[in-house]
């Protein structure tokens, strides 16, 4: 997973357009999102986060996750979202009173936040590149590993699952 | 087609399993299974038989856990050494065991009283206790993140039980985000540990952490981010300001199930990560670990003197113990010490859980006859209510570490790994413990003083009732924290690091 | 230093009876007073029957090895075992500490603090018999730091509870100031074991080994001793807890206080402190002396100043352990008989005193010294035996406490030959001083307290008891002279006083053996 092909000339150029295309939406989206004073402009901004995130996941190869980052947060995740803005009739349109008061507090912090990580990650993995000849196989490989070396939290997480079930009608409950 | 696709499959093997090892897990997932359909068939009456039968569950798991410390291997490591049973977490899945039975007994009539969705409860609690034993066994990041969700998901809504009540939800609320956040921030660690060294396994991480014999700067950010999500858990000052308000919201036997297994849960995963995969990093956790434990000990102690509520003072103190149980992180990675902080974080672990729940337990059977969780209402309890008085006395005084009650063993041990180091950083924050130690005993005595030396506020004496349940949960934690101290050897075989399968590159 | 291990069943019996005896009470019902004092009384006496076959199979030949030697391994994962033995230092105190719970039993027959509660006082007057026992036979330093701690919590509460209008903050001040004391001493006892290999904490391996410990370390280590110990002697200047715990402590929580608990901060240094460290504890014998001599001028000082009895009595507490320390500090075989000889004296004498305060507050309900006068001829017995207990604490010779005072300022003259002669000989100066203010200070009171008219607030009330009849009021019963219990709990104490203070060589003998052995390494 971690060969390093360092041959100029192998650098995708139309991956690396996709790329830049799709991570220049993902970002004015994710401000859209914090930004943004109508609840369902958020919601679907943040819609448009995740496709993003799916996309690429394509790009990288790894289609059996993008197909699932669709499937659970854009198709069972927003929805519940948008559900729940149904539900507890938040306010349609613009909303006036948002703003966090701390605001001043937080953003600097973010900033700071990302200029770490963005050095840090641009120092760990600058040099790294994706193999040119990569066959995907990463669902065979999901599968091979869920049913072998992740067996337990694979089962574990059907628990989760339950428990967050009866929780939820639980504490819902009208009683 | 579909033969391309086989051909490429690939060789997937069936994983072995060892049912004897996995039989605890086994036990209790057939438990919640069997508590909830038999809470299907039961009438409003006959709910009792869920609490009594996730006691039975949990004795059950805690039978099996003995035998697999009697018989076979002492070391059982299955799926390539990311599922382990090894003495380390047969000890750690009896503490989980033993306090899940408590915290049964505790709840079995609170519960029943207040009408609480009696078998979701159960239901629920159990699941915790799964994710818990599951987290002692695991040893790799995959498992380990899966294991704090599962034991920590439940326990949000655990908290959230009291719904009618506009703190119940708040202390909800507060805990799921606070907490999913915090899970949030560790995989993200651990996706970036496993970016850089391309392998979730524990053992491997280990030897793969600073391979090149000096630190990235992601692997330090992933320590780093790692160790944050789990200070959450262990309620570690700066991330402890979800306890007071949870703990004063939850029911109270899920309080006691919270600062007591569910910090030790964290803690588990704290050690076991510490000793197996960052023993390398010690530069990175060692003096992250002095700042947290420093913090917890000293602003946990201050915040608790102020307090007039029991429980948001035992949120307190129980912020402060975890800053004791901390410390001899802080110089796990120095050669030769790792042997006694093990030990004494285990050994600690072990007594605080028995104290904790005690004090928590008297708390319930307290505030069943005062319905007021005010320190003052403890007044004159001496008076009326000798038992419950000398209970509260015993496990506050072995919270403070006086002899020779359970905690000043686990107190000394800790005391022990830091002075061991002969470090400058061992140095200081034993001294920072020290004087913590004394000012803890002033708020511990306080709560003595009002039960043996004021008179009753409101003039009401009379006697208070224990439930059967309550008081042999009261019984066993009075018993384990008097033995513990009295005869510490019990205790003191625990924790070897030889148990600790892979602890430090071996 | 020989261990002799026949009969060691007796110590861990002598010690631990009590609780055999607070098992038995925990099971019956708190309004069974009476019977709680039996059962009380009858363990206290089993175990004072204990301690007396220990005094007689106790070989006083070889009073300087450990007898009634036992080992047996209890917390291996810290090499500490549970090692206990008896020698000629501590057997005195560890007599004493049961003679003592029996008096005070006694006293307590009709003598329950408000408000009441038998059972519970009782209870934790036994408990503080195992943890004052224990202390003094330990020979494992953690064996020896969980006994110190076990007295706290009875302690407190024996304060707290029963005791007078500040007891709250009496017990608090004494509860953290020993609990901070105690930190520091397990800091150094953990630094013992470090520094000699970490083999084992028992005392006789250190004391072989200790001469090892490097010398700048070893001063730290004992500074850390001598804090925690000095906080319970208590030497200045930590010994402000001591005048308000002694003071709202009930009589029988003062006795003990000062009879015994003092004692476990003296007996540290001479059992662990001095043979341990001996390098270290010459080059801080000056500051213990000095500091020992401003107790005694501090104390003397203090008592002049006080209008309250108890906190007269306490002052002087102060003062005597002093003396005690200054001995001490000389490291001599004649400094420290005097020490341990001063510190069974300082028991006898001062335990009678606060008996006295105690018997005079509960009949005149006060102790300010304005207020009580003409002692003498309200309860002559009464008076007679608080001058007599005057005249003990100030050195008499003749009664026990001369022998206390009197060698300790003499071996200030002649101090080990590794000590500063001059400092040790003005030392010796300023003390002698001090017992002519502690003579000054103790005859004032009884001047005050015994001589002259009774105060008019208290006569009419002196012969009520002799009129039968006129018992009906409630004052007028209370000012009647000693009666039964008081009698039975005082004689031993007063008898002992007298035969020590006439024959000290009968405790002289029991421990100059162990004493000579242990400041042999300074003198050989």
């Known amino acids: 997973?971690?060969?390093?092909?360092?041959?100029?000339?192998?650098?995708?150029?139309?991956?690396?357009?996709?790329?830049?295309?799709?991570?220049?939406?993902?970002?004015?989206?994710?401000?859209?999102?914090?930004?943004?004073?109508?609840?369902?402009?958020?919601?679907?901004?943040?819609?448009?986060?995740?496709?993003?995130?799916?996309?690429?996941?394509?790009?990288?190869?790894?289609?059996?996750?993008?197909?699932?980052?669709?499937?659970?947060?854009?198709?069972?995740?927003?929805?519940?979202?948008?559900?729940?803005?149904?539900?507890?009739?938040?306010?349609?349109?613009?909303?006036t009173d948002?703003?966090?008061?701390?605001?001043?507090?937080?953003?600097?912090?973010?900033?700071?936040m990302l200029g770490v990580l963005a050095w840090v990650l641009i120092d760990g993995f600058q040099d790294e590149r994706l193999p040119a000849d990569a066959t995907s196989k990463a669902a065979v490989e999901i599968s091979d590993s869920v049913l072998g070396p992740a067996l337990v939290p694979f089962l574990a997480l059907t628990f989760v699952l339950v428990a967050a079930v009866i929780g939820g009608i639980v504490l819902a409950r009208k009683d | 087609m579909i033969a391309s696709l086989l051909a490429a499959a690939g060789d997937w093997v069936a994983p072995t399993l060892d049912y004897h090892a996995l039989a605890p897990e086994i036990i209790l997932a057939a438990g919640i299974f069997a508590v909830l359909s038999i809470d299907l068939f039961l009438e409003p009456e006959q709910r009792w038989i869920t609490s009594a039968l996730s006691g039975f569950v949990m004795l059950g798991a805690l039978?099996?856990?003995?035998?697999?410390?009697?018989?076979?291997?002492?070391?059982?490591?299955?799926?390539?050494?990311?599922?382990?049973?090894?003495?380390?977490?047969?000890?750690?899945?009896?503490?989980?065991?033993?306090?899940?039975?408590?915290?049964?007994?505790?709840?079995?009539?609170?519960?029943?009283?207040?009408?609480?969705?009696?078998?979701?409860?159960?239901?629920?609690?159990?699941?915790?206790?799964?994710?818990?034993?599951?987290?002692?066994?695991?040893?790799?990041?995959?498992?380990?993140?899966?294991?704090?969700?599962?034991?920590?998901?439940?326990?949000?809504?655990?908290?959230?039980?009291?719904?009618?009540?506009?703190?119940?939800?708040?202390?909800?609320?507060?805990?799921?985000?606070?907490?999913?956040?915090?899970?949030?921030?560790?995989?993200?660690?651990?996706?970036l540990l496993y970016g850089v060294t391309g392998t979730t396994l524990l053992t491997d991480l280990g030897s793969a952490i600073t391979a090149n014999g000096r630190f990235s700067g992601v692997e330090v950010i992933a320590v780093a981010f790692i160790v944050v999500g789990f200070a959450f858990k262990i309620s570690a000052v700066p991330f402890h300001q979800w306890a007071p308000d949870v703990y004063e919201g939850a029911p109270t036997p899920i309080t006691a199930f919270l600062s007591v297994a569910s910090k030790a849960a964290g803690f588990v995963a704290l050690v076991t990560l510490t000793f197996v995969a960052f023993p390398?990093?010690?530069?990175?956790?060692?003096?992250?670990?002095?700042?947290?434990?420093?913090?917890?000990?000293?602003?946990?102690?201050?915040?608790?003197?102020?307090?007039?509520?029991?429980?948001r003072m035992l949120a307190y103190s129980s912020v402060s113990q975890g800053g004791f149980i901390l410390m001899p992180l802080t110089v796990a990675g120095v050669d030769g010490v790792g042997e006694s902080a093990l030990k004494a974080v285990v050994v600690y672990l072990v007594v605080y859980a028995a104290t904790n729940l005690g004090a928590f337990a008297v708390v319930i059977?307290?505030?069943?006859?005062?319905?007021?969780?005010?320190?003052?209402?403890?007044?004159?309890?001496?008076?009326?209510?000798?038992?419950?008085?000398?209970?509260?006395?015993?496990?506050?005084?072995?919270?403070?570490?006086?002899?020779?009650?359970?905690?000043?063993?686990?107190?000394?041990?800790?005391?022990?790994?830091?002075?061991?180091?002969?470090?400058?950083?061992?140095?200081?924050?034993?001294?920072?413990?020290?004087?913590?130690?004394?000012?803890?005993?002033?708020?511990?005595?306080?709560?003595?003083?009002?039960?043996?030396?004021?008179?009753?506020?409101?003039?009401?004496?009379?006697?208070?009732?224990?439930?059967?349940?309550?008081?042999?949960?009261?019984?066993?934690?009075?018993?384990?924290?008097?033995?513990?101290?009295?005869?510490?050897?019990?205790?003191?075989?625990?924790?070897?690091?030889?148990?600790?399968?892979?602890?430090?590159?071996? | 230093m020989d261990v002799i291990s026949d009969q060691n069943w007796v110590l861990s019996v002598g010690t631990f009876l009590p609780l055999a005896g607070v098992l038995v009470m925990l099971l019956i019902p708190k309004r069974e007073e009476l019977l709680h004092k039996q059962i009380a009384l009858i363990t206290a006496l089993a175990t004072l029957a204990v301690g007396i076959y220990t005094l007689v199979q106790f070989d006083y030949g070889q009073a300087q090895s450990l007898q009634f030697y036992a080992s047996t391994e209890w917390i291996t994962v810290i090499n500490s075992g549970y090692t206990i033995g008896l020698d000629g230092i501590s057997l005195p105190l560890y007599f004493l500490s049961m003679v003592i719970t029996v008096l005070v039993m006694i006293y307590s027959w009709d003598h329950i603090p408000s408000p009441g509660n038998p059972k519970a006082f009782l209870i934790l007057m036994l408990v503080l018999q195992t943890g004052m026992a224990g202390t003094f036979i330990a020979q494992d330093l953690i064996l020896f730091f969980v006994f110190f701690e076990v007295v706290l919590l009875p302690m407190y509460f024996m304060i707290g509870v029963w005791g007078g209008e500040q007891r709250q903050y009496a017990s608090l001040k004494f509860f953290l100031y020993t609990m901070f004391g105690s930190a520091l001493m397990l800091v150094a006892f953990l630094a013992l074991f470090y520094q000699t290999g970490r083999e084992s904490f028992s005392i006789p391996f250190l004391v072989e080994n200790g001469i090892n410990i490097d010398e700048?370390?070893?001063?730290?280590?004992?500074?850390?001793?001598?804090?925690?110990?000095?906080?319970?002697?208590?030497?200045?200047?930590?010994?402000?807890?001591?005048?308000?715990?002694?003071?709202?402590?009930?009589?029988?929580?003062?006795?003990?206080?000062?009879?015994?608990?003092?004692?476990?901060?003296?007996?540290?240094?001479?059992?662990?402190?001095?043979?341990?460290?001996?390098?270290?504890?010459?080059?801080?014998?000056?500051?213990?002396?000095?500091?020992?001599?401003?107790?005694?001028?501090?104390?003397?000082?203090?008592?002049?100043?006080?209008?309250?009895?108890?906190?007269?009595?306490?002052?002087?507490?102060?003062?005597?352990?002093?003396?005690?320390?200054?001995?001490?500090?000389t490291l001599t075989a004649t400094g420290i008989n005097a020490a341990l000889f001063g510190m069974v004296a300082h028991g006898l004498i001062t335990g009678m005193l606060f008996f006295c305060a105690g018997s005079i507050k509960e009949r005149y309900h006060t102790l300010e010294i304005k207020r009580l006068s003409g002692m003498l001829i309200q309860m002559p017995k009464l008076g007679w035996i608080l001058g007599f207990c005057a005249m003990a604490s100030l050195g008499l010779p003749g009664l026990a406490g001369f022998w206390g005072e009197f060698p300790a300022i003499l071996s200030a003259y002649n101090p080990a030959p590794q000590l500063d002669v001059t400092l040790f000989r003005t030392l010796m100066v300023i003390a002698a001083l001090g017992t002519v203010l502690a003579a000054a200070y103790l005859l004032w009171l009884y001047q005050r307290t015994a001589f002259g008219e009774p105060n008019p607030e208290f006569t009419g009330h002196g012969h009520a008891h002799a009129v039968g009849a006129a018992g009906n009021d409630e004052h007028h019963s209370d000012i009647h002279d000693v009666n039964i219990y008081e009698w039975v709990a005082w004689t031993p104490l007063l008898i002992a006083i007298v035969v020590f203070g006439v024959y000290p060589q009968l405790m002289f003998k029991v421990m100059d053996p162990a004493v000579t052995q242990l400041v042999g390494v300074f003198n050989p």
Request: proline letters at 4%.
């Open chain 1, 98 to 112: 948002l703003d966090q008061p701390k605001a001043w507090l937080g953003v600097p912090v973010a900033l700071l």
């Open chain 2, 63 to 191: 039978v099996t856990v003995g035998t697999l410390a009697v018989i076979g291997d002492d070391t059982r490591s299955m799926f390539g050494g990311r599922y382990v049973s090894d003495e380390y977490a047969l000890i750690l899945k009896a503490l989980f065991l033993v306090a899940g039975y408590i915290v049964v007994l505790m709840s079995s009539d609170e519960i029943e009283r207040g009408r609480y969705h009696q078998g979701e409860y159960y239901v629920l609690l159990l699941t915790s206790v799964l994710g818990m034993v599951m987290m002692a066994s695991s040893r790799d990041l995959l498992s380990i993140f899966v294991a704090l969700e599962l034991l920590s998901i439940p326990a949000y809504m655990l908290a959230a039980w009291n719904k009618r009540n506009s703190r119940g939800n708040e202390a909800g609320v507060k805990y799921y985000l606070l907490g999913v956040f915090a899970s949030a921030i560790t995989l993200y660690g651990m996706s």
């Open chain 3, 216 to 329: 700048d370390v070893a001063l730290w280590i004992f500074a850390g001793m001598f804090i925690g110990f000095a906080v319970k002697v208590p030497m200045f200047p930590f010994h402000t807890w001591l005048p308000d715990a002694h003071t709202q402590a009930p009589t029988q929580g003062s006795v003990i206080l000062a009879a015994i608990l003092l004692k476990l901060g003296t007996y540290g240094f001479v059992r662990i402190a001095i043979p341990i460290l001996p390098q270290a504890a010459v080059k801080w014998a000056p500051v213990i002396g000095v500091l020992a001599v401003i107790g005694i001028i501090y104390g003397a000082l203090g008592c002049l100043a006080q209008s309250d009895m108890k906190r007269l009595i306490a002052f002087s507490s102060v003062a005597h352990m002093g003396f005690v320390m200054l001995g001490i500090s």
């Open chain 2, 365 to 506: 059977a307290v505030a069943r006859k005062t319905r007021s969780g005010e320190i003052s209402s403890y007044g004159g309890l001496f008076g009326y209510a000798p038992a419950l008085g000398v209970l509260m006395t015993i496990f506050l005084a072995s919270l403070a570490g006086i002899p020779p009650l359970g905690g000043w063993f686990a107190k000394f041990g800790a005391f022990k790994a830091v002075l061991d180091a002969d470090t400058g950083w061992g140095y200081s924050i034993a001294i920072i413990a020290a004087i913590n130690t004394v000012i803890s005993a002033a708020y511990y005595i306080t709560v003595m003083r009002e039960i043996w030396m004021k008179d009753e506020p409101t003039g009401d004496t009379t006697p208070i009732r224990t439930p059967p349940s309550l008081g042999a949960a009261l019984v066993i934690t009075c018993g384990a924290t008097i033995v513990l101290g009295v005869l510490p050897d019990i205790v003191g075989r625990f924790g070897d690091i030889t148990d600790l399968t892979g602890a430090l590159g071996r």
């Open chain 2, 280 to 311: 390398n990093a010690e530069d990175v956790y060692q003096p992250f670990m002095w700042v947290l434990a420093a913090l917890s000990m000293t602003i946990g102690n201050l915040y608790a003197l102020r307090q007039t509520n029991i429980v």
């Open chain 1, 1 to 95: 997973m971690s060969a390093v092909i360092l041959a100029a000339d192998d650098i995708q150029v139309a991956q690396n357009i996709g790329f830049g295309i799709i991570a220049a939406i993902m970002v004015i989206g994710a401000l859209k999102v914090v930004t943004s004073k109508n609840v369902v402009h958020a919601a679907l901004s943040l819609v448009l986060v995740l496709s993003g995130a799916a996309a690429q996941y394509i790009l990288l190869g790894a289609e059996f996750v993008a197909v699932s980052q669709i499937l659970v947060y854009v198709g069972a995740v927003m929805v519940l979202f948008l559900f729940g803005v149904m539900l507890t009739r938040a306010k349609l349109g613009k909303e």
